[in-house]
């Protein structure tokens, strides 16, 4: 009897920490609440237009406050991996007033953003930039822009980001 009534608690157990893992699964893949979800858009937005603003105010190396200084950080431009991690984006971000002095960054009235959880959201947007190079030759590049953006320890930064241009189309294609 008494191994029966060891055999019923160790079931107990076993299923209800089953079942507390299951819950905790099901809670980071339950949408936001509206209200949740509005908040961390609101935020996400706001955090877009403070990039844009920096950048412009202080030049390239801002980017480096912008971009996660984690393993997860990533970025690609126009299907080609720039940084693979966030060391490479450090060095990269390093030598970027080599060949940019200023930049103007403008992201368009169609800014997205898709909040997933309540620390990370999607952004996307058409940008607009005006690169001005050490000798002044000024370089216009406009394309769309697609990130995750994380909140950690209460700011946000991309996570990963993807830039691309458009591409011309050759006549007849």
Not at 63 to 70: A, E, G, L, N, P
Not at 77 to 93: D, E, H, K, L
Not at 128 to 138: C, D, F, N
């Given at each position: ?14 299923a209800?920490?089953?079942?507390a ?17 509005a908040a961390?858009?609101?935020s996400v ?6 990039v844009a603003?920096?950048?412009t105010?202080n ?5 480096r ?16 991996m720039?940084?693979?991690n ?25 800014l ?12 996307a ?26 909140n ?8 990963d ?13």
């Amino acid at each position: 009897m008494r191994v029966l009534q060891c055999a019923v608690f160790l079931v107990a157990i076993v299923a209800a920490g089953c079942g507390a893992n299951r819950s905790a699964r099901s809670e980071s893949s339950q949408p936001l609440a509206p209200e949740r979800a509005a908040a961390v858009e609101a935020s996400v937005r706001a955090f877009a237009q403070a990039v844009a603003q920096d950048i412009t105010q202080n030049g390239p190396t801002a980017w480096r406050k912008q971009f996660s200084d984690t393993p997860a950080f990533f970025m690609a431009a126009n299907g080609r991996m720039v940084f693979p991690n966030s060391a490479a984006a450090t060095a990269g971000i390093e030598d970027l007033p080599r060949f940019i002095k200023q930049i103007e960054l403008s992201w368009g009235d169609d800014l997205r953003v898709d909040p997933l959880t309540g620390n990370l959201a999607v952004v996307a947007a058409t940008y607009h930039e005006v690169l001005t190079s050490p000798e002044g030759k000024r370089d216009d590049e406009s394309g769309y822009f697609t990130g995750v953006a994380e909140n950690r320890d209460g700011s946000w930064q991309f996570r990963d980001a993807h830039w691309s241009a458009p591409v011309s189309t050759p006549p007849g294609h």
